[in-house]
């Protein structure tokens, strides 16, 4: 039999993990099946790329895909800090995290603003319930007003929408999808890939066993029957000669990402422009008034720089920087202490 590989020439099997222990129909799992694929399709080098996660059930999630990265599993709600701490150490690397809404909306929404707000060269994929699945189901702070879990009340609490928050921040690519939408988490998850800079994708992920009953706003079904497509997706890799690919039916605009890669977007039903903030914000407090999921490539902005442009970081990664390149001679250290003191 021969095996397929990709354009680096690596079969799928290099991008694989460990075998999940998370609740059998978990949505997390279908996302780690789409995580290993985008991969595989956009040619990473799995030796190149780091996982880092927090805690939760969304964060152990790393160890099921890409057996073969580096990965960093670290304190609740701190990995933004850590993944900042590497990035800046090693730029060479890509840098694909994985969180929950515990760990980013709660405890670690401080370690989330500003890695949004520094712009940060990473994925952040973030695995979005409305539970706390490992303490027996909670509502975090994502959970939607008037949702009700399998047992207890319904919850009563303005949800955090990280989405939201990410734009006012000036994230550079924010996207919203579902675990059940694999075509559509494929196609944002490549694009996210390709992006230079913070690239958000918050999956509505529901939990089979805390929050999947018909009362729940985030069950399977629910946010099936409620989801509002912005558009239809097809990831053009810059692999693949554009001619390749199958014009879609109806109206469709491209969007060039970093690495040259496109994303293009067919229009179903809105003329929603990813360039325009005010748009996806009104895109989403339109669908949380109507009790709906709004879904798709909210907000996209290629000219920021990124954090390491911003430190103006060189070429070569800190971490392999010689030593004697790295720590300034003594005659050295006293011209910049006396320029310091204003005596230069």
């Known amino acids: 039999m021969t095996i397929k590989l990709n354009v680096i020439d690596l079969p799928k099997d290099d991008y694989k993990g460990g075998k999940s222990t998370l609740c059998?129909?978990?949505?997390?799992?279908?996302?780690?099946?789409?995580?290993?694929?985008?991969?595989?399709?956009?040619?990473?080098?799995?030796e190149k790329l780091a996982k880092m996660s927090g805690i939760g059930c969304s964060s152990k999630t790393p160890a099921y895909f890409l057996g073969k990265s580096h990965g960093f599993n670290t304190v609740h709600g701190r990995m933004p800090a850590v993944t900042t701490g590497a990035a800046m150490g090693n730029r060479?690397?890509?840098?694909?995290?994985?969180?929950?809404?515990?760990?980013s909306a709660s405890i670690g929404i401080g370690q989330f603003i500003h890695a949004v707000r520094r712009n940060l060269d990473m994925v952040y994929v973030l695995e979005n319930n409305g539970v706390y699945g490992l303490t027996k189901g909670q509502y975090s702070a994502t959970a939607v007003k008037g949702s009700k879990k399998k047992k207890g009340p319904a919850n009563e609490h303005q949800p955090i929408d990280l989405c939201k928050l990410a734009i006012n921040l000036g994230c550079t690519f924010v996207a919203r999808s579902f675990s059940g939408s694999k075509k559509q988490l494929t196609a944002l998850m490549k694009a996210a890939m390709s992006h230079k800079g913070f690239a958000l994708i918050?999956?509505?992920?529901?939990?089979?066993?805390?929050?999947?009953n018909d009362e729940s706003l985030r069950s399977y079904t629910?946010?099936?029957?409620?989801?509002?497509?912005?558009?239809?997706?097809?990831?053009?890799?810059?692999q693949t000669p554009?001619?390749?690919?199958?014009s879609p039916e109806g109206e469709f605009h491209d969007i060039t990402l970093?690495?040259?890669?496109?994303?293009?977007?067919?229009?179903?039903?809105s003329d929603h422009d990813p360039s325009d903030a005010m748009a996806a914000l009104n895109a989403l407090h339109k669908a949380e008034s109507e009790d709906k999921h709004v879904t798709g490539l909210l907000?996209?902005?290629?000219?920021?720089?990124?954090?390491?442009?911003?430190?103006?970081?060189?070429?070569?990664?800190?971490?392999?920087?010689?030593?004697?390149?790295?720590?300034?001679?003594?005659a050295t250290l006293d011209t910049l202490n006396a320029r310091f003191r204003g005596k230069a």
């Open 24 to 46: 059998p129909g978990c949505g997390h799992d279908q996302i780690s099946n789409v995580i290993i694929n985008a991969a595989w399709d956009n040619g990473l080098h799995p």
């Open 92 to 103: 060479g690397l890509t840098f694909l995290a994985v969180s929950g809404d515990g760990d």
């Open 202 to 212: 918050d999956v509505i992920s529901p939990c089979v066993t805390f929050n999947n």
């Open 222 to 238: 629910y946010v099936k029957d409620n989801d509002v497509e912005l558009h239809a997706y097809d990831y053009i890799p810059t």
């Open 242 to 246: 554009i001619e390749s690919a199958a």
């Open 258 to 269: 970093f690495d040259g890669s496109i994303l293009r977007l067919e229009t179903i039903g």
């Open 299 to 330: 907000y996209f902005d290629p000219t920021r720089a990124t954090a390491v442009e911003d430190q103006c970081l060189v070429e070569t990664p800190l971490s392999e920087v010689d030593d004697s390149n790295m720590r300034p001679s003594a």
